[in-house]
């Protein structure tokens, strides 16, 4: 099995919500910093929000802050990144990224993506106006 499965994703128009989840079965999701990401076509991949799952730490890209939540589901083992008020513009594979790694690492989840162990497959949301 997959270490990250992620399910959600859909159209939508603009103005509309999504849920997505990144569910894991990996012993160290307790305690891990959990990242989105996201790909546009024909646009580099890009942060969106991060959460250490042993702790406090989260933290949202400009892009997306005010409209994204990013919360942790303990008893699923599962993050849930939830999408409002999109905008075409947030059309993309959304990805879930993992990091294992000692929690002082966390907060560099937007610019080390080197440190990310294990990266979802991928999830499409696609918004139209």
């Known amino acids: 099995q997959a270490p990250l499965v992620e399910s959600g994703g859909g159209s939508v128009q603009s103005g509309g919500s999504l849920r997505l989840s990144c569910a894991s079965e990996l012993s160290t999701f307790r305690s891990a910093c959990v990242s989105w990401f996201r790909q546009a076509p024909g646009k580099e991949r890009e942060g969106v929000a991060a959460l250490y799952t042993g702790g406090d730490f989260f933290d949202y890209a400009d892009s997306v802050r005010g409209r994204v939540n990013i919360s942790h589901d303990s008893a699923k083992n599962m993050v849930i990144l939830h999408l409002s008020n999109l905008i075409p513009e947030d059309t993309a594979i959304y990805y879930c990224?993992?990091?294992?790694?000692?929690?002082?690492?966390?907060?560099?989840?937007?610019?080390?993506?080197?440190?990310?162990?294990?990266w979802g497959q991928g999830i499409h949301v696609a918004v139209s106006s």
């Open positions: 990224a993992v990091n294992t790694k000692p929690a002082w690492t966390c907060p560099m989840w937007y610019s080390r993506t080197e440190l990310v162990d294990f």
